[in-house]
């Protein structure tokens, strides 16, 4: 059996969760989800508690049981607690701000970069620190939307410089004539 599929999920006390079939609806106070997982998964919940067992052992039902429970977890932490994510913004002249709820981005461009958060998703920034935090109770959305603001200035292995996660390492190469 599948070690994460296994393991059973706490409902905590203000979240909701609504099983319809093979549907699952969760609501808490950041939000709501819903999200429809394949009908050989069996979920249920009793006492606060939501277990997800799988039909048979074949092949794709294996695959299935571990990521549906996983799937459905971060629903629930997602609506309880929310997810967050932290860029770090490197080189001389780079920073970012919030402009209402839009985050812009002076990363060495003619112009500045407007982002738009979607629904569910808030930025924060540190001037003193250049850092700039994703919030959201969706944790695949979070993580788009931090993919989609690294994308407009990766981190280059020469100096540094550029937006990258708060956790990455940057592996850097000495330049030309092997200066280091």
Do not use: W
């Amino acid at each position: 059996m599948s070690r994460i599929g296994r393991m059973p999920i706490v409902v905590p006390k203000n979240v909701e969760v609504e099983i319809q079939g093979a549907s699952v609806r969760v609501k808490g106070p950041k939000g709501e989800m819903q999200r429809t997982f394949p009908p050989s998964m069996k979920i249920s919940l009793d006492d606060g508690v939501l277990e997800v067992k799988r039909a048979t052992d074949g092949r794709e039902d294996r695959s299935l049981h571990g990521m549906t429970r996983a799937l459905i977890n971060n629903m629930v932490v997602g609506v309880s607690s929310g997810f967050e994510r932290i860029l770090e913004v490197n080189g001389v002249g780079y920073h970012a701000e919030i402009d209402g709820k839009n985050l812009v981005l002076y990363v060495g461009y003619s112009h500045p970069v407007v982002m738009e958060p979607p629904a569910g998703i808030s930025f924060e920034t540190e001037a003193k620190t250049r850092q700039i935090k994703v919030l959201g109770y969706d944790k695949e959305l979070v993580g788009q939307i931090c993919a989609d603001i690294r994308k407009v200035r990766p981190p280059e292995p020469y100096q540094g410089k550029g937006i990258k996660y708060l956790e990455e390492k940057i592996r850097r190469k000495a330049g030309k004539a092997g200066k280091v």
